[in-house]
């Protein structure tokens, strides 16, 4: 796959040197490349069970091929060396590694095994994330993340991982957007396990950040160095600032989307608004002594997900909603929970083909507040940024993406000025790898720098991949040059 063609490109920013030591990585999440739903020991996943639900996912789709990882992983680790990738950012499968959330599966976690060695004999780093939305369906019959006890489960798988890789991973996310894996599959009943229960989803939010803090505690002592959490986060921008029921809106929302997850995090205790907002959701009844000192236990770095930011009224509007609807057909509810007044208002600016507006400037904003906001924040690391379009294969074989490249380019220049501004940000990920199986939306939206055919999983590098491989052959030159000085 040659990495030389330059036709159809956008013009790229002007060059900047990085940081020492800067990463430049991709991503993926298990449930949705892997496929072998059902092979190797794997049992049902809350995504297996979900997508056999009718109307949760768009066409019916499942994941049990998905694109075919676990079958073609060499090849694919091959194409991440073709591009230059530092990094591989990666999930393990929870209900692949511990079906039915019984003792470890030999042959689940020997896939992983054999993924590490591969990425190292590639020269790239092994960025391992333990949950990415795939909890085993036999823990969700037991209540799931609503059920405290889901906490000390996931430290048991935790432990298992680390005792198979940690000899060779060095870098551990605990957690990857914990806000959808709680309030959109608690709450509004988009994401698996597709439950509609404000309640459940403040008991899922408060027992995923105690699952947190236990494994960091957990897998310090057992010589882990690097360890942090992913969480997406936005910008609230009120509509007009001088409205107080948009200045309203813009706090409930930052308070649901982001602090709700940073604060306890990097400061140890919950926002007094966000407590006082959730009350009638028993947020106050689920927290226990003791808690909030293991949810804040240090961490190494925080992973940053941002793919736009929101503009936020108090106002009824009907120009667009939030975003997070996805591809179901069955009846969803809010996410919001006790906020389902906010609105979402256009700004008028572009929109990728999820219907969320592009604004590179967005990213840069928000590195640059959480450093001025959160005094003992860790290293950023830009975990997720990508875009999904409507790719069309063109007469030449070539996916002459235009605008995912213009996307991915200007987001890295933001970055870039973030860096310039103050923010500690030392790695930027784009999503994804691959196109791969979108959750709710199915195999509907493409975020691949690498099309894959859904009909015969071939493979093929699109311009945005060509384009993120010159920038970061660009941005090593300097590197290279001083080493070989």
């Known amino acids: 796959m040659p990495l030389d063609a330059t036709s159809h490109q956008p013009t790229p920013p002007a060059p900047r040197t990085w940081p020492e030591g800067f990463l430049w990585g991709s991503a993926t999440a298990a449930a949705q490349v892997e496929g072998a739903s059902h092979e190797g020991g794997k049992e049902d996943s809350v995504w297996d069970a979900f997508a056999r639900v009718p109307g949760a996912i768009a066409n019916g789709e499942t994941l049990q091929d998905a694109v075919q990882h676990y079958h073609r992983m060499p090849d694919d680790v091959a194409i991440m060396k073709d591009l230059g990738l530092g990094s591989y950012r990666f999930s393990t499968s929870w209900s692949r590694v511990r079906p039915g959330d019984r003792g470890p599966n030999t042959e689940g976690l020997d896939f992983y095994s054999r993924l590490v060695d591969e990425l190292l ?35 048991d798988y935790a432990n298992d991982v680390y005792s198979a890789l940690g000899d060779r991973v060095d870098h551990w996310t605990t957690f990857n957007e914990p806000f959808c894996s ?28 105690l699952a947190h803090g236990l494994v960091v505690n957990e897998l310090r002592t057992r010589g882990a160095s690097h360890l942090g959490i992913t969480l997406n986060l936005s910008n609230s921008i009120p509509r007009d600032p001088a409205d107080p029921i948009d200045l309203d809106a813009a706090r409930r929302f930052d308070s649901l989307q982001n602090r709700i997850f940073l604060d306890p995090i990097l400061r140890g205790a919950y926002p007094e608004d966000t407590l006082a907002d959730l009350e009638q959701f028993g947020l106050r009844d689920v927290i226990r002594p003791g808690d909030l000192e293991i949810i804040g236990a240090p961490i190494d770095f925080l992973g940053v997900n941002h793919y736009h930011d929101d503009l936020i009224s108090g106002h009824p509007t009907t120009e667009h909603g939030d975003g997070h609807s996805g591809g179901a057909t069955r009846p969803t509810s809010s996410c919001w929970i006790g906020s389902e007044d906010i609105s979402f208002p256009s700004r008028g600016l572009p929109r990728t083909a999820m219907n969320w507006e592009v604004n590179p400037d967005g990213l840069r904003t928000l590195l640059v507040r959480l450093g001025e906001e959160y005094p003992a924040l860790p290293p950023l690391y830009v975990t997720e940024n990508g875009a999904a379009y409507d790719d069309v294969v063109s007469g030449d074989g070539a996916v002459h993406d235009r605008e995912r490249t213009q996307f991915v380019l200007d987001h890295v220049d933001a970055v870039g000025r973030a860096i310039d501004a103050g923010a500690d940000v030392r790695g930027y990920f784009v999503w994804s790898l ?12 493409r975020f691949g720098v690498v099309r894959v055919d859904y009909d015969t999983f071939e493979r093929t590098i699109k311009d945005s991949g060509l384009a993120y491989a010159r920038l970061i052959a660009a941005a090593n030159a300097p590197a290279l040059t001083s080493a070989n000085a």
Request: glycine fraction near 12%.
């Open 121 to 155: 004999g590639a020269g790239i780093l092994p960025w391992l994330t333990l949950y990415h939305w795939d909890l085993p369906q036999a823990l969700e019959e037991k209540g799931g993340w609503a059920n405290r006890d889901t906490a000390y489960r996931f430290v």
């Open 182 to 209: 709680s309030l959109l599959g608690y709450a509004a009943g988009v994401h698996a396990p597709g439950r509609q229960e404000p309640d459940a989803a403040v008991a899922a939010i408060h027992h995923q950040h």
């Open 434 to 445: 691959l196109d791969n199986f979108e959750w709710s939306w199915g195999y509907g939206k």
